[in-house]
């Protein structure tokens, strides 16, 4: 039977072993933490169910879809409330709604009224392809305008990426962009003919499991079996047709070596920057993949103490509004039932990023009374919270920015010169938990096909 070491056991790597191991491989996932799961942690405190990285999956993959059956999640997928519908944007200091029909964009006050012109001119901006690399900015303001990037893209791309619009790639950040734009001629003509995003109509629009995103963690790794804890991968050579993988085990600082036939590296690209030897040494543009830090604050209160009906997903925060210094806030409790104790709210802020990555460096007493000021201001919150909850993610999203094209090369580069080697994770073919998932069966079905 074939050897696999599967690096890294978040969602990427326990969906590759899942994969592997029903295609009757021998797998073994190596994880450096105590815990599996990666960037998908969620914990539960004083009756709070809090998340500290995904709180949401979108738009779900057919592979999602047949995993949920597969791991028995079908009776734990949770909706998102259809009060979700409604986002918030900062404009002036207070949270704004963003429109949700063609009604609601007529008297919406999240854009102005020239704004609101120019951006629907956008069905008039000529067609551009040079073939060149657009960053987000550069093509929201060519097609929609100043004001659709201040307050529609700029806080959008806070909220999904933790970026920069003037830096991320619009064709690797968000692809349908310009497949629309090429294929109608226009983003508004191709939304108007409801071929949008997603050509299928997913089962579900906005999900969580009933325990959290752990759920889907907890559910993999029974069926996987194999993910060794505690285990950090410090280097990876090919010898005579099969690989090593060395190891430190626990507080054990020998290393133990591993033979295998193949190996599936999920771990995040800085990570490989760490390894004494690795396939990725010969592709110095990896090294370029930025990983903003962020920090994620869970803030519960009774729900008398804040002034807002927070009747909707959230608000997000454009960089132009700088008195406020959060990124954005998810409105947990409104979102999914069972976040917070009865007459209580869960409020999840994120802080830093690309925008203000020193902010993230603060004492985390410091941190909080950034996110109680600004939640103090825009949804009227009183008094101490019942529950605080800090995650540090000292890097966080890998940025796809503009020559992202060179980096998707390089890895490929890297798999077709390593038989035996492949890559998956969220640096990959999109950031979101689906498409990291997708990356991960992509990357067992590759490696299966060469052992
Ligand atoms: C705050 C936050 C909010 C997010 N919100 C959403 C959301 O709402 N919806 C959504 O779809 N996506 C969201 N994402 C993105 C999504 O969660 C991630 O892109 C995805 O979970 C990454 O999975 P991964 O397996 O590629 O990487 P990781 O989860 O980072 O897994 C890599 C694993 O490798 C391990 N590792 C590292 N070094 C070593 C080593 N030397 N040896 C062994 N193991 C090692 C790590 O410990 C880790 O477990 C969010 C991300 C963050 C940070």
Known sequence: MATVAVLGGGIAGLTAAYHLERAGVDVEVLERRHTPGGMIQSSNSGGYLVEHGPSTIRESTPTLERMIDELGLRESVVEASDKANKRFIVRDGKP????????????????????????LMELLVEQQSNGEEESVAAFVRRRFGREALEFGADPMVAGIFSGNPDNLSVAHAFPTLPEMENNYGSVIKALLAGKGATKRKPRYRIFNF??????????????????????????????????????????????????????????????????????????????????????????????????????????????????????????TSTLFPNRAPEDHVLLTSMVGGARRPALTQQSLHEARDVVERDLRKLLGVRGEPMLMHY?????????????????????????????????????????????????????????????
Do not use: C
């Open 96 to 119: 704004v709604p963003l429109p949700s029909s063609p009604a609601s964009f007529l008297t919406t006050r999240a854009f102005s009224i020239p704004g609101k012109i120019r951006l």
């Open 210 to 331: 009933q325990n959290g995103m752990q759920q889907l963690i907890s559910a993999l790794v029974e069926q996987v079996g194999d993910v060794r804890l505690d285990t950090r991968v410090v280097g990876i050579t090919r010898e005579d047709r099969r690989w090593t993988v060395e190891v430190e085990e626990g507080f054990e600082r020998t290393p133990d070596r591993l033979r295998v036939d193949g190996v599936i590296s999920t771990l995040p690209l800085h990570k490989h920057r760490e390894l004494s030897s690795t396939p990725l040494d010969a592709a110095p543009a990896l090294r370029s993949v930025s990983h903003p830090p962020l920090l994620v604050i869970a803030l519960g209160y009774p729900r008398r103490n804040v002034d807002h009906k927070l009747d909707g997903f959230g608000m997000l925060v454009p960089r132009v509004e700088s008195g406020v210094k959060i990124l954005g806030t998810i409105f």
């Open 391 to 451: 995650t540090s993610w000292t890097r966080g999203i890998p940025q796809y920015n503009v020559g992202y094209g060179a980096v998707k090369r390089a890895l490929e580069q890297v798999e077709q010169t390593n038989p035996g080697f492949t890559l998956a994770g969220n640096y990959r073919q999109g950031i979101s938990v689906p498409d990291t998932m997708q990356s991960g069966r992509l990357a067992a079905e590759r490696l299966l096909a060469q052992l």
